[in-house]
């Protein structure tokens, strides 16, 4: 008999561990579960919140642009989709080789996207297609050969707080050559990087063609007028 309650007792026993191992096991279930829902519920509203600083930085810092025209090929094509920074020159200065959107300074119905040439208080000559700054000439990779324009222009003083701007497109682009330098009032943001087509995308290379990128429907059309 005390065999038997001794065999009942280790049987009560086993059970009765066997109980609390389970109840241990379900309580560290149920300990783990809300931890699991608490980081997907924190990975959630962290994800949400990056598209919300990305979506607010996208409308109120770029705007997206279609390009009309082949004045800055090879760097920029036709129907070709880019960012533009709007606030850029609110922080930095504009230098020679930036790619900019501008109001046409005889017209302010329409936009230009064009490369700045030379900088306030410069002398600018164009001969046989070089340009010259205060009579030194300007190396500019950004223009292959073939889109080259042997003609003369200037000199030409750029008055304070003006730029002189040009396309890559030589042969191609209604530019300072006509109109005469821009005003920096008239620019209005920075050509940053292309987002369409995709074999294009990538940022926009101050001194770039199109070999040198990196690579929603747009908002504006900028004529880069032929």
């Given at each position: 008999m005390n065999e038997m309650r001794s065999l009942n007792g280790v049987s009560d026993s086993q059970?009765?561990?066997?109980?609390?191992?389970?109840?241990?096991?379900?309580?560290?279930?149920?300990?783990?579960?809300?931890?699991?829902?608490?980081?997907?519920?924190?990975?959630?509203?962290?994800?949400?919140?990056?598209?919300?600083?990305?979506?607010?930085?996208?409308?109120?810092?770029?705007?997206?642009?279609?390009?009309?025209?082949?004045?800055?090929?090879p760097l920029l094509s036709d129907q070709e989709r880019v960012f533009i920074n709007m606030l850029v020159y609110?922080?930095?200065?504009?230098?020679?080789?930036?790619?900019?959107v501008f109001w046409n300074p005889l017209d302010r119905t329409e936009c230009f996207i064009k490369r700045i040439v030379a900088l306030p208080h410069e002398t600018v000559e164009i001969r046989h297609g070089m340009v010259y700054l205060n009579g030194d000439p300007l190396p500019e990779p950004y223009v292959p050969s073939r889109y080259q324009d042997l003609s003369d222009s200037g000199p030409i003083r750029v008055p304070s707080e003006s730029y002189f701007v040009m396309g890559d497109n030589r042969n191609?682009?209604?530019?300072?050559?006509?109109?005469?330098?821009?005003a920096s009032r008239f620019i209005y943001g920075r050509?940053?990087?292309?987002?369409?087509?995709?074999?294009?995308?990538?940022s926009l290379s101050p001194t770039g063609t199109t070999e040198s990128k990196n690579q929603m429907n747009a908002k504006t059309s900028v004529a880069s007028r032929n």
């Open positions: 059970s009765q561990f066997s109980g609390t191992r389970c109840r241990s096991s379900t309580l560290e279930i149920h300990s783990w579960m809300p931890g699991k829902l608490s980081f997907r519920r924190v990975w959630t509203r962290d994800l949400l919140i990056a598209t919300g600083i990305a979506l607010f930085i996208i409308v109120f810092f770029y705007q997206p642009v279609k390009i009309e025209g082949d004045s800055m090929a609110h922080f930095e200065p504009i230098e020679r080789g930036d790619v900019v191609s682009s209604y530019d300072s050559r006509v109109f005469g330098p821009v050509a940053a990087f292309a987002y369409w087509p995709m074999d294009h995308f990538g």
